[in-house]
């Protein structure tokens, strides 16, 4: 394991945004917007950065444009927060690619869900993550993700993979509670073994079960806010938790129920970053940003948050 992937073992905790990836064009990074967005995070107080995710569009991005935000990323933080990279694809050799060259330009970590496309069952499953530990750099975080990748892994293969090196966490994303508690079990038996939530609404509840924190999308708007959230969760003030969480909970009803398609959390979330001047609402393909229409709702529920609550 790497210098920087042993310090990563206590770093991966608190709000780590899952970054949106400004576009100029659909396969064009806009590296203005991504300075300016580094720069608004970092402001904000987050405690580290989460490359190529969902919200950051990863999937749909080329190869070419993922090293591209790699790079370029890992510039612009200089080393200030711990970067994770998501280096999940259906091959293999391409994970490894990837996680290669995020190491080459700094990454702390990597982090892979479930390949897609073709179901695994467990224990192939088990194989597969075992062998991509051994092929990479830098520690891996596993990704549950099923309603992306149609694979949950399963408690009794986590178990198992907290076993192999370089292996060190988990990101949740079912929003399965239950499970959710299943995995905080686990990782009481490991020092150092991080399981975070994904949705963002239940970081708090997550952190007070004895999870380390969230991947919080809505981070990229108000980073502050999710950073309070999750100190407060942190330090079991539960009546100052349930104020901000229901902040939180208000963020993610207004400005992603903007249009009627599945997409509209990230359609709005890149529209309230362009209306803030943080960086652009380009889409990556198949996506479209939202139109006139929806962005004035997006901007009137947006000034209503920011004077309601200070944001």
């Not at 300016?36 to 190869?63: D, K, N, Q, W, Y």
């Not at 994770?84 to 259906?90: E, G, I, K, S």
């Not at 969480?245 to 890149?270: F, Q, T, W």
Request: some cysteine.
């Amino acid at each position: 394991m790497s210098a920087s992937g042993s310090a990563i073992l206590s770093s991966v905790r608190g709000v780590v945004p899952p970054l949106v990836t400004p576009l100029s064009a659909p396969d064009v990074l806009d590296r203005e917007g991504l300075g300016r967005l580094v720069e608004h995070l970092i402001g904000g107080g987050v405690h580290a950065l989460f490359l190529l995710g969902t919200t950051g569009e990863g999937p749909s991005l080329s190869h070419r444009l993922r090293r591209e935000v790699v790079e370029e990323t890992c510039r612009l933080v200089g080393g200030r927060l711990p970067v994770l990279v998501c280096v999940t694809d259906t091959v293999f050799e391409e994970s490894v690619e990837l996680a290669n060259h995020a190491a080459d330009h700094g990454a702390d970590a990597v982090v892979a869900s479930t390949p897609y496309y073709f179901r695994t069952g467990q224990p192939e499953l088990y194989d597969y993550y075992a062998e991509l530990a051994a092929a990479l750099p830098v520690p891996l975080h596993l990704y549950n993700m099923p309603a992306m990748t149609k694979v949950v892994i399963q408690p009794e293969t986590v178990e198992r993979l907290m076993d192999v090196e370089g292996i060190i966490g988990i990101k949740d994303s079912s929003g399965d509670l239950d499970y959710f508690g299943k995995l905080v079990e686990l990782g009481r038996k490991k020092e150092g073994w991080s399981v975070m939530m994904g949705p963002e609404e239940l970081t708090a509840r997550a952190v007070a079960m004895g999870g380390q924190g969230g991947v919080n999308g809505g981070a990229n708007l108000f980073p502050a806010l999710y950073v309070a959230n999750y100190d407060a969760a942190a330090r079991g003030d539960v009546e100052k938790s349930d104020e901000l969480n229901a902040i939180v909970n208000e963020v993610a009803a207004e400005l992603y129920s903007v249009g009627s398609h599945a997409s509209s959390m990230l359609k709005g979330l890149k529209c309230a970053l362009s209306l803030r001047g943080i960086c652009g609402d380009v889409m990556a393909h198949p996506f479209e940003h939202f139109h006139e229409r929806e962005r004035e709702v997006i901007r009137g529920r947006m000034e209503e948050l920011i004077s309601k609550y200070g944001l």
